[in-house]
């Protein structure tokens, strides 16, 4: 179990003499079943990971499906390593994050809870000559990029929720232990009613970028059973007590594609 997250702003008082390592394990993400996507990395994340949409209140969200329950996500493996093509952003800038301050800005915060507070010169410096070190200022840029994609990305899928096509995404799947699992909450793009929009109605999505959110969903839609592929993966490692490294493979060593041929998502 991860230590509680304790995100602190970065200052000068607190963190002049102090530095940080690199992430070398992704077993802070263990037990998230879902990850909260930017619509700038959406083109990438549907080519290799299932996306859905949440609803948080009245609000809709991106997110990568990677789990099939609470306290779960299949793609880290037991010693740590990331087992999918795409790594989603919040990921990759962990263990810092963005803050909002009073004044409508942004703090760059680090969570150090997370192990990766060093007092070793050896490591990351936070800050050089009075300012953020050059490796902070990108990680500072890309958590600025997350920011401001985010918002166009919740007013996309309000777009979407405008015209009536989010609908309840029904998955049944197959867990390690074989007993059949319905994922309940998430969301998708409702196909049928996205090819018989108004004119209007499309030009207004297109606008806002919303199109693109939606193509791209569809597009991730198969993905979700690649969680069947890697429960399997979990469990035959926990009995080899060996991690699993990729999803199955042919005898010439490709991807092994087979189990996400046809249209039911249950696994065999």
């Known amino acids: 179990?991860?230590?509680?997250?304790?995100?602190?702003?970065?200052?000068?008082?607190?963190?002049?003499?102090?530095?940080?390592?690199?992430?070398?394990?992704?077993?802070?993400?263990?037990?998230?079943?879902?990850?909260?996507?930017?619509?700038?990395?959406?083109?990438?994340?549907?080519?290799?990971?299932?996306?859905?949409?949440?609803?948080?209140?009245?609000?809709?969200?991106?997110?990568?499906?990677?789990?099939?329950?609470?306290?779960?996500?299949?793609?880290v493996a037991p010693d740590g390593r990331w087992l999918g093509g795409y790594m989603p952003a919040r990921l990759r800038s962990y263990p810092f994050g963005l803050a909002a301050l009073e004044d409508g800005q942004f703090a760059l915060c680090m969570d150090e809870a997370s192990g990766l507070l060093s007092s070793s010169p050896q490591d990351e410096p936070f800050f050089q000559d009075g300012k953020l070190a050059p490796a902070l200022q990108r990680v500072m840029e890309l958590l600025g990029q997350i920011q401001a994609s985010n918002a166009v990305t919740l007013q996309a899928c309000a777009a979407l929720q405008k015209h009536g096509l989010l609908k309840p995404w029904a998955i049944t799947l197959q867990d390690d232990a074989g007993a059949q699992r319905k994922l309940e909450g998430l969301f998708c793009i409702?196909?049928?009613?996205?090819?018989?929009?108004?004119?209007?109605?499309?030009?207004?999505?297109?606008?806002?970028?919303?199109?693109?959110?939606?193509?791209?969903?569809?597009?991730?839609?198969?993905?979700?059973?690649?969680?069947?592929?890697?429960?399997?993966?979990?469990?035959?490692?926990?009995?080899?007590?060996?991690?699993?490294?990729?999803?199955?493979?042919?005898?010439?060593?490709?991807?092994?594609?087979?189990?996400?041929?046809?249209?039911?998502?249950?696994?065999?």
């Open 1 to 75: 179990m991860t230590a509680p997250s304790e995100f602190h702003p970065l200052t000068l008082e607190r963190h002049a003499d102090r530095y940080w390592r690199r992430v070398s394990s992704y077993g802070f993400a263990a037990h998230q079943p879902l990850v909260p996507l930017a619509g700038l990395e959406l083109s990438q994340a549907a080519l290799a990971l299932p996306v859905a949409f949440v609803q948080y209140g009245e609000v809709f969200s991106c997110v990568a499906v990677v789990g099939m329950r609470d306290g779960e996500c299949l793609y």
């Open 190 to 268: 409702d196909e049928a009613a996205l090819n018989k929009l108004e004119d209007s109605a499309f030009l207004d999505l297109r606008r806002c970028g919303a199109l693109a959110v939606a193509y791209a969903q569809l597009l991730a839609m198969p993905h979700i059973q690649s969680l069947g592929a890697l429960a399997g993966a979990h469990a035959r490692a926990l009995a080899a007590k060996v991690a699993p490294t990729q999803l199955p493979t042919t005898a010439a060593g490709d991807l092994d594609l087979s189990f996400m041929q046809g249209d039911t998502l249950r696994f065999s």
